[in-house]
């Protein structure tokens, strides 16, 4: 007896899907978390093999294929959880990142535009509490990549292009993700570019004082945070074009200022006051346009 050739495609669909469905919910659990939205597509555009990851390294990944050039890593722990996800374009990494700690708490959360961050990037604590908040632009650092590139002092308007004529190597000091987190070991910033996206997001669920980020080079422009664990602001000010400009003031745990005063192009400028633990004020310090301490007061 000969089954009807639309009969037998729906077993087939049938059996794939109910087989599918199991592994994929198995292999992608994240745990109760609001933030995680993001849907799988059909079991026939999911292909589970060995993929070079875009930022070096080889590793086990999900692709969710939306077409040729575009679609979503899901990066998977040994134990088979979620790590991360990221959209991808052309081999670049591009669309909302996410990563995830064991207890399935956001590690960091953002948005990368051609493997560069673009935007609000924040990351967080193991006990939840927010960490940092960084804003990137990479429309500017492609900018500032062309400006130095092909440096022309009689229309030249970077100032970041201009440090590096003046300074060779400032430029990849400013725009190196060791720059925009201080807090990153040493023995990091020459090897970052080796560990693969995987690597990376174990390392950051493994110790609560490393965060590596998933991007190799970045440009500041906007607001930047520091938190403590307990959420009060340990630092806080604003970058502009990648250098320090405004106001910029630090804090104890407690919430005592112990320092502020203004960056003009990521040097003091003006008047800085230095408080105690007990917000006495310690000294003044006055500095020229240049950053130069030209003068200063201390109390008792």
């Known amino acids: ?179 925009s987190f201080m807090f990153l070991p040493a023995h990091f910033h020459q090897r970052l570019s080796a560990l693969s996206l995987v690597e990376r997001s174990t390392q950051n669920r493994s110790t609560k004082d490393v965060y590596i980020p998933p991007f190799n080079q970045c440009l500041h422009d906007g607001q930047y945070i520091n938190y403590f664990a307990n959420g009060q602001v340990k630092d806080s000010g604003v970058y502009n074009n990648g250098f320090r400009n405004g106001i910029w003031v630090e804090l104890l745990q407690d919430g005592n200022i112990i320092s502020k005063g203004a960056y003009l192009n990521d040097k003091k400028i003006h008047s800085w006051s230095f408080y105690d633990r007990n917000r006495k004020l310690l000294a003044l310090k006055y500095y020229n346009r240049q950053g130069t301490e030209i003068n200063s007061k201390k109390y008792n």
């Open 1 to 179: 007896m000969k089954l009807p050739f639309v009969f037998v495609i729906w077993l087939v669909c049938c059996h794939f899907s109910a087989f599918s469905q199991q592994d994929v919910s198995d292999a992608l659990k994240t745990g109760a978390n609001d933030e995680i939205s993001i849907p799988l597509l059909p079991v026939y555009e999911i292909n589970l093999f060995e993929k070079t990851d875009p930022l070096r390294g080889s590793s086990r990944i999900i692709v969710e294929k939306k077409n040729k050039n575009t679609g979503v890593y899901w990066g998977l722990s040994d134990s088979g959880d979620t790590l991360f996800t990221i959209g991808y374009r052309r081999n670049k990494l591009h669309g909302t990142w996410k990563s995830w700690g064991a207890n399935k708490q956001l590690i960091d959360s953002g948005r990368l535009q051609k493997n560069v961050p673009d935007g609000e990037w924040k990351s967080w604590y193991t006990n939840g509490q927010l960490r940092t908040v960084r804003t990137y632009s990479a429309d500017k650092l492609t900018m500032a990549q062309h400006a130095v590139k092909h440096y022309n002092p009689k229309t030249n308007m970077n100032a970041l292009a201009t440090m590096e004529k003046k300074h060779p190597g400032s430029y990849k000091k400013y725009t190196h993700p060791a720059y």
